[in-house]
């Protein structure tokens, strides 16, 4: 009984080591991703993450200014589309859309969009969402385009940086960092569900029970 015992304890500071390392190392992007200025160019596309307060208006914003000809917003059908366009487009910039209506994850926002960046033959685009989801965001996009020559360029949500030092964050900005680093194997594990099968999740199919659990164990409530 004492062997199966030491065994467990073995395999339990293991498993918490790893599990400080790798948070480590994705505390190093992070903090690395998170304050860098963010010089925007002119590109080919502006291409959008749906989910937080600000990312429609900076997408319309940035094809209002002639950032970029075509605006991608993931997900968004087209009466979505249609009434965006009469609140956030300007009346003297035409508006051309790349649909993309089926993402319901920051994963499926990549790939879907990355296959539209592909179809269009875009080479160039700016992409945002807000800037503790960039990193990830930002991470599966370059992924899921590996190799095909395209040019990402984060543009942010919030024009100001954050602190270099995490320890410079506000409780609630740690919080939303803490909360994407965990968020990021979610992510990794449904790109290897993906590459395993070829297929995304059929509409409305729950997550698997060790994944809700998990992500009800591990992620911290924000107020």
């Given at each position: 009984?004492?062997?199966?015992?030491?065994?467990?304890?073995?395999?339990?500071?293991?498993?918490?080591?790893?599990?400080?390392?790798?948070?480590?190392?994705?505390?190093?992007?992070?903090?690395?991703?998170?304050?860098?200025?963010?010089?925007?160019?002119?590109?080919?596309?502006?291409?959008?993450?749906?989910?937080?307060?600000?990312?429609?208006?900076?997408?319309?914003?940035?094809?209002?200014?002639?950032?970029?000809?075509?605006?991608?917003?993931?997900?968004?059908?087209?009466?979505?589309?249609?009434?965006?366009?009469?609140?956030?487009?300007?009346?003297?910039?035409?508006?051309?859309?790349?649909m993309?209506?089926?993402?319901?994850t920051?994963f499926?926002?990549?790939?879907?969009?990355?296959?539209?960046?592909?179809?269009?033959?875009?080479?160039?685009?700016?992409?945002?969402?807000?800037?503790?989801?960039?990193?990830?965001?930002?991470?599966?996009?370059?992924l899921?385009?590996?190799?095909?020559?395209?040019?990402?360029?984060?543009?942010?949500?919030?024009?100001?940086?954050?602190?270099?030092?995490?320890?410079?964050?506000?409780?609630?900005?740690?919080?939303?960092?803490?909360?994407?680093?965990?968020?990021?194997?979610?992510?990794l594990?449904?790109?290897?569900?993906?590459?395993?099968?070829?297929?995304?999740?059929?509409?409305?199919?729950?997550?698997?029970?060790?994944?809700?659990?998990?992500?009800?164990?591990?992620?911290?409530?924000?107020?």
């Amino acid at each position: 009984m004492r062997w199966v015992m030491r065994w467990l304890l073995r395999m339990l500071v293991a498993s918490g080591s790893l599990f400080v390392v790798l948070m480590a190392v994705q505390g190093s992007y992070w903090s690395r991703t998170l304050p860098a200025p963010c010089e925007i160019r002119q590109a080919e596309a502006v291409l959008v993450f749906l989910g937080g307060p600000g990312r429609i208006r900076k997408g319309y914003d940035l094809t209002n200014q002639g950032m970029a000809p075509l605006l991608s917003l993931s997900p968004a059908d087209e009466r979505r589309l249609t009434r965006w366009d009469k609140r956030f487009g300007a009346r003297d910039v035409p508006i051309r859309h790349m649909m993309e209506d089926r993402a319901t994850t920051t994963f499926e926002n990549a790939l879907l969009t990355g296959r539209l960046i592909e179809a269009h033959g875009i080479r160039h685009c700016l992409l945002v969402t807000e800037r503790f989801h960039m990193p990830r965001s930002l991470l599966l996009l370059r992924l899921v385009l590996a190799g095909k020559g395209v040019r990402i360029d984060p543009a942010p949500v919030e024009a100001k940086p954050y602190a270099v030092s995490p320890l410079r964050w506000s409780v609630r900005e740690q919080k939303r960092a803490y909360n994407e680093m965990i968020e990021f194997w979610g992510s990794l594990v449904e790109v290897i569900n993906y590459k395993a099968t070829g297929q995304l999740p059929q509409p409305g199919q729950a997550e698997s029970g060790i994944i809700k659990y998990l992500r009800d164990a591990l992620l911290l409530e924000i107020r």
